[in-house]
Every structure is written in structure tokens, then in C-alpha cells.
């Protein structure tokens, strides 16, 4: 009996010996993913440009991509196999549930090329080191100190920045920047008090690389403007809604070209006559400055090249003595930059753009050949006509009147589905 007693009590001892060995493997290598899953990510911050804040964008969307509620299209947890770093743009997947994912676009703010040679040049020019504390020399410049002693965005405090968007400013653009600017917490207010030194690092160094992300902000989808959806920044990057470049679209069929055509010219017209009087304008424009989301609407998705008006603003205020620059004005681009002026700059140099480059791809010998000999003769007609904006204006409105009934109301433009049968209806 004893020792029927003392076999059972082995068993028993060695099957908790078992339990707590197996448990023992198993948080240990709980903790061991743990710590590889924790080194992935420290090597998602250098790769996201986290270790280069307040020098970066900002860090609104960082908690969604480190519970890969933003996922780049070949991460796949828990090895977080991150793209090339060396891209502009990466195609992504964003989540509010972790059930429902739509496509974005995450995009770095210049290339990492270009944004490697801007922190060298600081380090080699400030330091004369490969390597330093970006932010830490941007904090010493003048520039900075004004923007830390500022109470309001001024003009002054933006002279000489290497953005085509920022060349002419008004004090009602530079308030409206200030008052939707989402990477702080409290917005609404003309006056910087509610930022925070590290805000106004990022605001500053944002705006002096590339505006995109600002303008997403301060000219929303929303409110009908023709650009993508803001959703946050980690770093470097910043996340939009997720598009197809229009250069890359395959248009078939006359009703698709005549489909972005008409868009095509509604966001043209739109950008010199709209509610808020400004002037948005291009100084070039290819394939890849508008894109196309995927319900069927045109969209511009590059606004390095695009400057803006204010239309209420005295046109004598446009007029600017040499700007001086700074370590801000070089940031990603050779110093001094290259601007055009926006004195002369008047509506029939977007009209001129998009004949030149665009249209011809999307409508030239794509109808039956009674409607097609209509719209080549404007655009052969559109260099040599368009001498001022009324024939700019009578340009869009006679291209616009031919292409609108080769529009068809189908699914297949569903940003407008079903919503043209009801106008088809009581038109």
C-alpha cells in the first residue's frame, strides 16, 4: 500500500514537473517574442523617423501603427517586415476596428535620399560631424527663436521657405493653418499659444519641406475640396487615403475618358472660383499630380508644384524684395530655392497646363470621330486662343458642354452612383 502510494505520488510530482516546465517555455517564449516584436518596432521608429522627432511631421498616428492598426501591404505581425525604406510612397492598410480595412497611402515627406542629405548637411555645416542632434541645431537658428517668441503666424516668419504654396502668403492663410492644424490637440484659435515647442518644431520643419499634409488638413474632403483625407503622422510619415496616379489608370471606353475629362475641369474651374477666394495655381503639372480614388473620383495628389492666391489680399503685397534664407530653406532642396513669382500669375496658366500635359492623354482619339474632331480643334485652338481667364474660362465651359453627354450614370462611377439617376430623372 505504501508503496502503491509513494509510485503515485512520483507521478503526480512529475506531472506537475511537466505543467510547470511547459508553462515555464511557454512565457518565456512569450517574453522572447515579446522582446523580438519590441526590437522590430524599435527598428519601425527608425524607420518611421521617430528618432529624428521633433524634426519630423508628428506623431498623431504612431499608437495605430504600433497596435498595426496601420499596416504596410507586406507587414505581417509579428515580424513586421517592413518595405524598402528608400520609397516616397508605400501602399498600406488602415483599421478604426481591426475588422474593417480600407487602402492608404503612407508617404514620407521627401525621399529618404533627400531627407539623409538635408540632416548631413546640417551636421557637416553646424557641427562639422556626420551625425548630430537635428533638432537640437534647428532649435538654436533664428528662425526658430522668432517662431517661439511669435503669438500668430506672420508672413515674415515664413519668407524664404522652399514651398511653392508658401511664396505669397496672406495673414488669412497663415491663420487658417494655424486654426486646423491637427497634430495638436487644441485647434480653432488664430494664435500659437496653445503650442507647444515641440509643435511649432513640427509645424515649421513640416511646412518647410513639403506643405502636402497642410493643405490635406486646412482644405479638407470633407468640405469638397479635390484632395485626399488626412488620417495622422508617426515621424517622417504621414498616412491619406490611398489612390491610383492618373498616369497609371487604364481609361477605357469614351465615357471613362470623357468621365475624368469633366472632373478633370471641374477641379480647374474650382481652384480659381470657389467660396473662400483663393487662387490655387500650378507651375507644371504630369501623370502623377492628380490621382484617382477608388470609387472613380479625380483628386490632386501632389501639390509640390502648386502655389495659392489670395484673392482678397492687395496684389501689391505680392510684391517681394529679395528673401532672405536659412538652414530651413534647405531642408530638402538646393539653397537658395527656386520659385516662380505669383505677382503675374493669372487662371489661364492652369488651363494652358492641363492642355498641354493631360488632356491629350485622357480624351485624344477616344470618341466616334463626329466628336472627336470638336474637341481637337480646342485643343490645338487652346494655346493660341487662351490669351487671357474669359477665354480660359470659355475654353473649360465649351469642353465641359461636349464631354458631358458621353458621361454614363453606372456603377462604375460610384462617387457619383446612384446619385445621377434622380438628376437624369428631374432634368
Known amino acids: 500500500m505504501g508503496s502503491g502510494m509513494f509510485i503515485l505520488h512520483v507521478g503526480h510530482f512529475y506531472s506537475l514537473f511537466f505543467i510547470v516546465m511547459v508553462t515555464k517555455d511557454k512565457v518565456e517564449a512569450t517574453n522572447s517574442s515579446d522582446l523580438k516584436l ?40 509579428p515580424h513586421l517586415r517592413l518595405p524598402h525604406p528608400d520609397l516616397q510612397y508605400y501602399s498600406g492598410n488602415y483599421s478604426d476596428d481591426g475588422e474593417i480595412w480600407r487602402s492608404v497611402e503612407i508617404s514620407r515627406l521627401a525621399s529618404k535620399r533627400q ?53 505669397c502668403p496672406s495673414q488669412r492663410l497663415l491663420d487658417r493653418i494655424i486654426r486646423r492644424y491637427s497634430e495638436v490637440i487644441d485647434a480653432g484659435s488664430v494664435y500659437m499659444t496653445h503650442l507647444t515647442d515641440k509643435d511649432r518644431m513640427r509645424l515649421l520643419y513640416t511646412l518647410s519641406i513639403n506643405i502636402y499634409p497642410i493643405v490635406l488638413q486646412i482644405f479638407p474632403r470633407a468640405e469638397g475640396w479635390p484632395f485626399s483625407k488626412y488620417l495622422g503622422s508617426c515621424g517622417r510619415l504621414f498616412v491619406s487615403t490611398s489612390t491610383q496616379t492618373l498616369n497609371s489608370f487604364n481609361i477605357s471606353g469614351p465615357d471613362m475618358a470623357a468621365d475624368l475629362a469633366y472632373q478633370l475641369l471641374e477641379i480647374i474651374h474650382q481652384l480659381s472660383a470657389n467660396d473662400l477666394q483663393y487662387f490655387f495655381y500650378f507651375t507644371s503639372i504630369d501623370g502623377t499630380t492628380f490621382g484617382i480614388f477608388n470609387d472613380g473620383r479625380l483628386f490632386i495628389r501632389d501639390t509640390t508644384k502648386m502655389g495659392i492666391i489670395d484673392k482678397l489680399q492687395e496684389k501689391s503685397m ?54 472627336q474632331e470638336k474637341i481637337d480643334k480646342l485643343l490645338k485652338d487652346c494655346s493660341k486662343n487662351i490669351i487671357n481667364d474669359l477665354e480660359a474660362r470659355k475654353f473649360i465651359t465649351e469642353l465641359m458642354a461636349i464631354l458631358r453627354p458621353w458621361r454614363r450614370c453606372d456603377d462604375r462611377f460610384a462617387y457619383r452612383y446612384p446619385d445621377c439617376k434622380y438628376v437624369s430623372l428631374m432634368g
Open 38 to 77: 519590441k526590437n522590430s518596432y524599435n527598428f519601425g521608429k527608425s524607420f518611421l523617423g521617430l528618432n529624428k522627432c521633433n524634426a519630423c511631421v508628428g506623431t498623431s498616428a504612431c499608437k495605430k501603427f504600433f497596435k498595426e492598426e496601420i499596416r504596410f501591404q507586406n507587414w505581417l505581425a
Open 115 to 167: 531627407h539623409d542629405l538635408g540632416d548631413q548637411r546640417i551636421c557637416s555645416n553646424f557641427t562639422k560631424r556626420k551625425s548630430c542632434s537635428i533638432e537640437g541645431i534647428l532649435k538654436r537658428t533664428e528662425r526658430f527663436k522668432k517662431w517661439m517668441s511669435a503669438k500668430r503666424l506672420t508672413p515674415d516668419l515664413v519668407q524664404g521657405l522652399p514651398v511653392q504654396f508658401l511664396r
Open 318 to 371: 505680392y510684391e517681394k524684395n529679395n528673401e532672405e534664407t536659412d538652414v530651413f530653406s534647405c531642408l530638402s532642396s538646393d539653397c537658395p530655392p527656386t520659385l516662380s513669382s505669383c505677382a503675374n500669375i493669372t487662371e489661364k496658366q492652369n488651363v494652358l497646363l492641363v492642355c498641354e500635359n493631360l488632356l491629350p492623354y485622357l480624351i485624344d482619339d477616344k470618341f466616334p470621330s463626329s466628336t
